[in-house]
């Protein structure tokens, strides 16, 4: 799985790559006991810093996404690990809110919203499938 | 109206600040003509460095949130200003996108998804009124 950077965004680097290793698993494209590259590698490849690297790979780590193995560094987990929290559920909100503020902002009313999210669901389960 | 940062956040401080303006004219505790702090006065008040404010305030005027006059500072735009536009609709879908990922793998589904925003919905309307 390829993963890249887009330099130009204002999400910090750490969080863009945790997005997609995130959405790698989210489409199965990462499945449980595959390796992640090292630290390192991922750096290196992508032009970034190791520190960068390891603040993503902590993130996921703390998450329950990845283990991180003194011999096989970072190993995706079995779906298990990750379930919903009622931690997961509150960060939730606390990132929907602020989105949801400026979309009234903009004019965009709940059944709108609503419709935006629903075309993502059918996107994604395109992509799943 | 009150701006606080949480140091501890994953999220940058510059879009804290923006995410509490943004939420401060949807709830209506900034008007249209209010005048927010000089970018020395918030930066000394919070402790953070005159870029970070700079920042903040340069993406809410790029977004059609404020106008930075050379005397009055910054002052926030009217309602007519900040309508919807296909540059945010793509942006709303790109930040939503990685959410809706994370949410599926958490074992949450469309439905469940669109209960939480929509109680997010209905608590932004018991602020507001």
Not at 37 to 51: E, K, M, T, Y
Not at 74 to 89: G, M, R
């Amino acid at each position: 799985m390829m993963l890249g950077i887009d330099f130009e965004s204002s999400t910090p680097i750490y969080l863009q790559l945790r997005e997609q290793i995130v959405k790698g698993i989210a489409t199965k494209r990462l499945a449980p006991g595959d390796s992640l590259p090292s630290v390192r590698q991922l750096a290196s490849d992508l032009g970034i810093n190791l520190h960068t690297v390891n603040k993503a790979y902590a993130m996921l780590k703390q998450e329950g996404f990845i283990t991180l193995h003194r011999q096989k560094g970072a190993v995706i987990n079995s779906p298990d690990s990750f379930k919903t929290s009622d931690e997961y559920l509150k960060q939730l909100c606390d990132d929907l809110e602020p989105m949801i503020f400026e979309a009234l902002l903009r004019g965009i009313n709940e059944q709108e919203f609503s419709i935006v999210c629903s075309d993502i669901f059918k996107k994604i389960g395109g992509e799943k499938s």
